[in-house]
């Protein structure tokens, strides 16, 4: 989704995304029930976490300051390939609830994308990926995070009451 922006080389050498810190077991990408089925699949003693009507964390069971998402391979990369979670596939940008709108955030952990300016990231949303990302957060609103000041806020849509 994001290839306009980062090479899939930068992506998979860096793999930030993918490993999480035990505070932030928030930031693991919620899983619709498809995706949960492809994982069951691929990982089936994968343990999950109802967090909504139809969506899901892993269940991690780890002591560790830090851990990689079950999903990562040292040799494949992401074991779901081009099928990857909502989440990971927009990252780093995250869908987020802002007072009463549905916003599209940047992370800036990415350094790569960060290498571009605000009103790049802007015109590429409004140009390519925004209307995409408002249509599958509104079909699947357990996508949408609770707004974090970490992260700078790029586009906004009202919700509609």
Same mark, same amino acid.
């Given at each position: &989704?994001?290839?306009? @922006?980062?090479?899939r080389c930068t992506c998979a050498e860096c793999q930030q995304c993918c490993i999480f810190d035990s505070y932030d077991i928030w930031n693991t990408p919620v899983l619709?029930?498809?995706?949960?089925?492809?994982?069951?699949?691929?990982?089936?003693?994968? =343990?999950?976490?109802?967090?909504?009507?139809?969506? %899901?964390?892993?269940?991690?069971?780890?002591?560790?300051?830090?851990?990689?998402?079950?999903?990562?391979?040292?040799?494949?990369?992401?074991?779901?390939?081009?099928?990857?979670?909502?989440?990971?596939?927009?990252?780093? @940008?995250? &869908? &987020?609830?802002?007072?009463?709108?549905?916003?599209?955030?940047?992370?800036? @952990?990415?350094?790569a994308v960060m290498q571009h300016s605000m009103k790049t990231l802007l015109n590429?949303?409004?140009?390519?990926?925004? =209307?995409?990302?408002?249509?599958?957060?509104?079909?699947?609103?357990?996508?949408?995070?609770? %707004?974090?000041?970490?992260?700078?806020?790029?586009?906004?849509?009202?919700?509609?009451?």
């Open positions: &989704m994001l290839t306009k @922006l980062l090479s619709v029930p498809e995706i949960r089925n492809k994982i069951r699949q691929i990982l089936p003693e994968m =343990e999950f976490i109802s967090t909504g009507t139809e969506s %899901y964390l892993f269940k991690i069971h780890t002591e560790a300051e830090s851990f990689s998402c079950p999903l990562l391979s040292t040799e494949q990369g992401c074991l779901l390939g081009e099928e990857k979670p909502f989440d990971c596939q927009i990252f780093p @940008l995250r &869908m &987020m609830h802002l007072d009463s709108s549905i916003v599209i955030a940047v992370s800036p @952990l990415c350094d590429f949303l409004k140009q390519e990926l925004a =209307e995409t990302l408002f249509a599958y957060a509104e079909q699947h609103p357990d996508v949408i995070h609770v %707004y974090d000041p970490f992260y700078p806020v790029l586009l906004w849509k009202p919700q509609k009451f």
